[in-house]
């Protein structure tokens, strides 16, 4: 069991050069990272070293045949100076999975998380104040055996690296609009749906841009085989509200496990609301609109926390919901969830991994 982990602190901090008022989404980095690398069988001795770029042999298994798996959290700063991470529990168990579906070797849970202790601690300085601003955590696990054979590596190296990031709602554009999409496929049965790996990005490339080039935000998922039930919204869960129930598409495989989905669930339930896990067609939806018993709709994801939905473009059909404009639900869960992450309101879920300083 590690419970030190040998630290190289920068000589001189990036902080001074970061404009915090005009962040976008990862495109800074913060002074330091975590790795670990995986050789001869084991994980070798962790460190935290300055961010800053490495090499790797041109063969590296994660280059060619995509063997990397990432995640994503944050650490918000709490009213009371105190920083908190997110259920980064959640994330690394989820890692844990997608590590097993991409037969990368199992890593220690309680070291993943130590890590994060340590980042937060030396890099503190780094998260936003600013309410629905962040400091964003991207671990990521590649394979770096330099060898041309499809086959699982026998090196990896395990990093962690972070970055401060903006809210994601925008006034001038406070819903998203969205194309279903009937043609390309994110997962299919007996993919890698549920895991968080690279090849499921690369495949969202091509329809991502042709829907932005139609005019819509992101594109919303329908199922691999027939494109008939709705899975997800972009890189986020969705969820809708009809009549007065909250449904969600079911976990079955093809559907990254949210922790943010996983979060509103439990937050709505606690509210008394009755919510949905199976599957939901998109004629469903497109039925409800017409009755009018479809209130709303919404992402959740760790980046945007809660991306209220204003339009579905369903083969040309429009579909409006709630005149384009955030709803009651959506905002009030945005609120709800961020209220706990900053220390606003009791985290009486425990979700909140506070940090000293
Ligand atoms: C990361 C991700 C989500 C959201 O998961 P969170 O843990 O809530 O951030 C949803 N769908 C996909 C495809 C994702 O990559």
């Known amino acids: 069991m590690i419970t030190s982990i040998k630290t190289t602190r920068v000589t001189q901090s990036r902080l001074e050069t970061v404009d915090f008022n005009n962040l976008g989404f990862g495109s800074v980095f913060s002074d330091h990272m975590f790795q670990v690398d995986y050789v001869n069988g084991f994980w070798s001795e962790p460190e935290i070293v300055p961010y800053g770029p ?26 009371d100076g105190l920083p908190r991470i ?20 199992a890593f220690d849970e309680s070291l993943f998380l130590m890590a994060l202790d340590h980042l937060v601690q030396l890099d503190a300085n780094w998260i936003p104040k600013e309410r629905g601003k962040a400091l964003y955590f991207r671990p990521l696990i590649i394979g770096l055996e330099a060898n041309l054979t499809v086959k699982p590596s026998d090196n ?24 279903a999409e009937h043609s390309f496929t994110r997962a299919a049965p007996g993919g890698m749906g549920h895991a968080k790996t690279a090849g499921n990005y690369a495949a969202s490339l091509l329809p991502g841009i042709r829907s932005l080039s139609e005019g819509h935000d992101q594109v919303l998922w ?26 969600t598409p079911e976990l079955r495989g093809t559907i990254l496990p949210g922790v943010t989905r996983d979060s509103v669930l439990e937050l709505l339930r606690r509210r008394g609301i009755v919510c949905e896990e199976r599957r939901v067609s998109i004629q469903e939806i497109v039925d409800a609109a017409y009755a009018g018993s479809l209130v709303e709709a919404f992402g959740a994801g760790t980046a945007a926390v809660i991306a209220p939905v204003g339009n579905i473009d369903v083969n040309g059909q429009q579909i409006e919901i709630n005149n384009s404009a955030p709803g009651p639900l959506a905002s009030s869960l945005y609120n709800e969830i961020l209220d706990i992450q900053t220390g606003v309101s009791d985290d009486v879920f425990n979700w909140n991994r506070m940090v000293s300083l």
């Not at 490495?54 to 009213?79: D, N, R, T, W």
């Open 54 to 79: 490495f090499s790797i042999a041109p063969g590296a298994l994660c280059l060619h045949y995509g063997q990397s798996v990432f995640e994503g959290l944050k650490a918000y700063m709490g009213v």
């Open 86 to 105: 997110f259920r980064p529990d959640r994330n690394a168990s989820r890692l844990q999975n997608s590590c097993k579906r991409l037969c990368i070797p």
């Open 156 to 179: 990896y190296r395990f990093y962690i690296m972070s970055s401060p990031v903006r809210e994601y709602f925008s006034k001038s554009n406070p819903t998203i609009s969205l194309k």
């Open 222 to 247: 329908l199922d691999g085989v027939n494109h008939e039930y709705v899975e997800e919204v972009g890189q986020m869960n969705i969820f809708f509200q009809i009549g007065n129930k909250v449904i």
